[in-house]
């Protein structure tokens, strides 16, 4: 079975700083891993997704991730962060099977952005 | 193109009665899951359905069900609401093969009194 964990339920960053969020994966099988977005009161937008075409995966809104196998991690960055960053990001695996609509998530975590 | 739509957007229930929830999946898309999220457990996957079989479930008691219709729409189903129901359900829909990208609706914000 898959699981996802995301280091850090609240991360903090100055208007713009670097902003990282961490998220560590376990899978049997080669995984397929997404990065959602989750503004108040809304459904989860896509940021990214890595389906193993290239380990460094970029994103909209400036975001990219890098699959790094031998770490079992696909951290989420962007140079500078931006007042509208200020979200909830979920780290996601689906491992496909007979499961292609199936996500398994990380807990999130919160992105404030201080100006 | 449209993208997935979740109706009601926002619905109060009472213990003991039922609720069912629509979601309309992005054209063309055959694969439709849902998901419940709660401030506690977060995003849970319930159930996906894929041309109108249902291809996983989660482990939820089986007051959750669903069903998808020919035109690939779904509906969920709870029954005997309890208080922890409360929850934002959300719907998503893919074209259903490997590697796709997973699309999500705006959810259907479910509070039971």
């Known amino acids: 079975a898959q699981s996802v964990t995301q280091l850090g339920s609240h991360v903090s960053v100055s208007e713009g700083a670097l902003v990282l969020l961490r998220c560590n994966y376990s899978s049997s099988v080669p995984p397929y891993l997404f990065w959602y977005v989750q503004y108040p009161n809304q459904g989860l937008q896509l940021l990214l997704k890595y389906t193993s075409a290239a380990t460094l995966v970029k994103g909209i809104n400036g975001f990219e991730a890098e699959f790094k196998k031998s770490e079992t991690s696909f951290h989420l960055t962007k140079p500078s962060a931006h007042m509208s960053d200020a979200a909830e990001y979920f780290c996601?695996?689906?491992?496909?099977?007979?499961?292609?609509?199936?996500?398994?998530f990380g807990q999130g975590t919160i992105l404030t952005v201080h100006p | 193109k449209a993208g997935v739509t979740q109706t009601p957007r926002y619905l109060i229930k009472t213990r003991g009665q039922q609720v069912t929830l629509s979601c309309s999946p992005i054209s063309g898309h055959r694969s439709v899951s849902w998901y419940q999220q709660t401030p506690g457990q977060g995003l849970q996957f319930l159930f996906e359905y894929f041309s109108e079989t249902q291809r996983n479930k989660g482990n939820f008691p089986g007051r959750f069900s669903g069903r998808q219709f020919s035109n690939s729409r779904s509906e969920m189903n709870v029954s005997t609401l309890e208080l922890g129901d409360s929850a934002l359900y959300l719907c998503a829909s893919s074209p259903g093969s490997l590697g796709n990208t997973i699309y999500f609706g705006e959810g259907s914000w479910l509070t039971v009194v």
């Open positions: 996601a695996v689906s491992t496909g099977g007979t499961s292609y609509g199936k996500l398994t």
